[in-house]
């Protein structure tokens, strides 16, 4: 079991350095921050004054060497646009990011898996059909057509609900909205295709053939095994907590990570990108592994491999 | 009255019938062998009569369990008929148990729903039906997963998980199958064991008549949805009636043909919805008359013996090779 642990960590340790390595390339070769930072209009001299005030004078290899140094020492950087350190720029936002993405997230479980099986037991229906028709339709349209219909309806015919910015619980209402309806519809068709390919299992009939009522049939003997594909869908958006926002963020002017994300990149804040990217390279590798702990959780015979590993 | 009277029991999967007319009674105690090919309707039966077989199967005719009939039945009530008064076991034990759930949890659910314990004593007693079929170490067992129990061992905790209703009647749908043959003597033994100990009466459905021997006093031979050939064990293997029956013996290897090989029957099942106008069995029949092609054969006879064929064979010409058979097949 410790070898699994230890494998384990070494791997989200070389996912985390490539995330970052990764992203100082990309970053590093489409546009020179300091034009962007200082301005088209900006004299030369000054320019060249804060390309060595950051260090983007140096070659970029000791550039990548000194940024990989600071990074494990816990030294995230310091936005240059604001002179904040990057950390603590990006800590301010996580509040508001999480709450949408994480009523989000429950509303996604609490609709998408209930409809899934709900198909799945009436497999072929009416009920069924209309299911599986709006999940399609959930995960099909992009979230900023979504949201523009939402607010459309809401704000702009109705007027019941604000069109954006972050002042009440009701602000929350329609950029919530927006973000569930994907991930439920994804969740109900992993759902329902689980459910029907373990409610043709042998030991279905033995449950039933033993006079165990259906309702716990379903929940304690199938649902179980369903579990695992709608564990991993599940831990993929658990991953994805603190970057999952942008467009919906954008939308509805919502002050989160997404927004910081999206004014970072277009300025060239390099320490502030690469701080996010970090932390969503960081939630996603934590939030993997535990689904692989859960795997071992929900299958007995998956244990054994795990502890051979 | 007898234990279980299935009368005219038909089944269709989406309007295609797969069971034509089934009468059977089970008394009680007794054992019975359900013989036939795959396909034939041996497990369709036992599945229609619980009400276990999927939405799409219509099921008519009638199951009556004492005075209660099951056709139809509200799901409450078969609930209760399941693995109370009829408990089922299943052709692959391995895969016919929940690989997420303890194997002694899954007994003790069966305690629990059928006898009334829980907690501990529901635990306690599910330990002893484990001991009772013959896993080592049950106690210790209980929490283990039945992938950690090889197929035997599977099937001991299947029937383990029948026995604790308590049933009138245990229907084995091929419980020797997919296992090994030392572990498919074992199984026998404790079936006929357990038979002996609490009264319960069997239908052993296999297509392995060497099995059905050993366990059964009467046999009922189907072929394609219907019973063709019904009598006592005994009279069975001396003198099959039907030509499919005597087909089945023919198609046993025996040990002492030499380089003769056994004979197989020619042709193949007919598929459900492209049945032949008349006996289901005359294409692939070698006694088949022009009658047999237009007209189905009812079964007829005695309560003891009784032939859906228009000609059944005589005792002399069919007693010459299967008297021999049923040693060699006892031997195997």
């Known amino acids: 079991m410790l070898r699994f642990f230890l494998i384990r960590a070494f791997r989200a340790f070389m996912t985390i350095v490539l995330v970052v390595t990764f992203a100082f390339v990309v970053l590093r070769m489409s546009g020179d921050p300091a034009l962007i930072i200082m301005g088209p209009e900006a004299p030369p001299e000054a320019i060249v004054a804060f390309r060595k005030a950051w260090g983007l004078d140096q070659p970029i290899w000791i550039q990548y060497l000194s940024y990989f140094t600071a ?100 602000h929350a209402i329609l950029p919530i909205a927006t973000m569930s309806i994907g991930g439920a519809g994804i969740l109900a068709r992993f759902s329902r295709s689980a459910m029907i390919e373990i409610l043709g299992q042998p030991y279905m009939r033995t449950a039933s053939a033993k006079g165990l009522p259906w309702r716990r049939v379903i929940w304690e003997h199938a649902f ?44 060239r804040d390099l320490a502030v990108v690469q701080c996010i990217l970090l932390m969503v390279a960081a939630t996603m590798v934590i939030s993997n592994f535990v689904v692989d702990i859960l795997y071992g959780y929900l299958d007995p015979r998956l244990r054994n491999n795990q502890a051979r590993h | 009255m007898p234990l279980v009277e299935i009368s005219n029991l038909g089944v269709a999967f989406s309007g295609v019938p797969v069971l034509h ?30 009400g276990l077989l999927p939405g799409k199967a219509a099921v008519s005719g009638s199951v009556r369990l004492g005075e209660e009939e099951l056709v139809g039945a509200p799901r409450e009530k078969l609930e209760q008929v399941r693995g109370g008064r009829i408990a089922m076991i299943f052709q692959d034990p391995s895969s016919s148990l929940n690989p997420v759930l303890r194997a002694g949890r ?25 001991d009772l079929v013959g896993i080592p170490g049950a106690a210790r067992r209980f929490d283990n997963y039945p992938h950690e129990f090889s197929g035997g061992q599977n099937q001991r905790l299947m029937i383990a998980m029948a026995l604790a209703g308590k049933p009138d009647l245990l229907v084995a749908d091929e419980p020797t199958t997919a296992l090994d043959a030392t572990i498919q003597a074992q199984i026998l033994d404790l079936l006929i064991s357990l038979r002996q100990e609490t009264g319960m009466a069997i239908v052993f459905i296999s297509h392995d008549l ?8 009467r046999v009922c031979v189907m072929y394609a949805g219907r019973i063709v050939e019904q009598c006592s064990t005994e009279m069975l293997f001396r003198a099959p009636r039907h030509p499919y029956t005597r087909g089945l013996f023919d198609a046993i290897p025996r040990l002492d043909a030499g380089r003769e090989r056994s004979i197989p ?56 090779a299967s008297g021999t058979t049923k040693q060699k097949v006892e031997f195997a």
């Open chain 1, 71 to 170: 990074i494990m020492g816990g030294d995230l950087g310091i936005s240059m646009r604001d002179g904040q350190s990057a950390i603590s720029l990006v800590l301010d936002r996580i509040p508001a990011t999480l709450q949408l993405t994480v009523p989000a997230l429950i509303l996604k479980l609490a609709i998408g898996i209930p409809a899934g099986v709900y198909a799945a037991l009436h497999r072929d229906s009416a009920a069924d059909r209309g299911v599986m028709a709006g999940a399609v339709v959930g995960f099909t349209m992009p979230s900023f057509v979504f949201g523009l219909i939402l607010v459309l309806v809401f704000s702009v015919t109705w007027g019941v609900l604000p069109s954006g910015g972050q002042d009440t619980w009701m």
């Open chain 1, 224 to 267: 179980p095994n369903a579990a695992i594909p709608i564990v991993t869908i599940t831990g993929f958006m658990v991953g994805t907590l603190i970057a999952g926002a942008v467009v919906v963020e954008s939308l509805f002017s919502w002050p989160g990570i997404g927004r910081l994300l999206v004014v970072s990149v277009a300025n």
């Open chain 2, 21 to 50: 007319g089934i009468n059977l009674k089970i008394e009680k105690g007794e054992a019975v062998g359900l013989v036939g090919e795959s396909g034939c309707g041996k497990s369709v039966t036992w599945l229609a009569a619980l």
């Open chain 2, 106 to 130: 899954q007994i003790a659910e069966a305690v629990e729903l059928h006898q009334g314990l829980a907690g501990a004593a529901a635990r306690a007693e599910a330990i002893r039906l484990m």
């Open chain 2, 210 to 217: 060497g099995a059905v021997s050993q366990i059964c006093e």
């Open chain 2, 265 to 320: 029957i020619p042709g193949t099942v007919p598929q459900a919805g492209r049945m032949p106008a008349g006996c289901a069995f005359a294409p692939r029949c070698g006694y088949a008359t022009d009658v047999c092609h237009n007209q189905v054969p009812a079964l007829s006879g005695t309560e003891g013996r009784a032939t859906a064929c228009f000609n059944a064979l005589d005792e002399m010409r069919s007693a010459t």
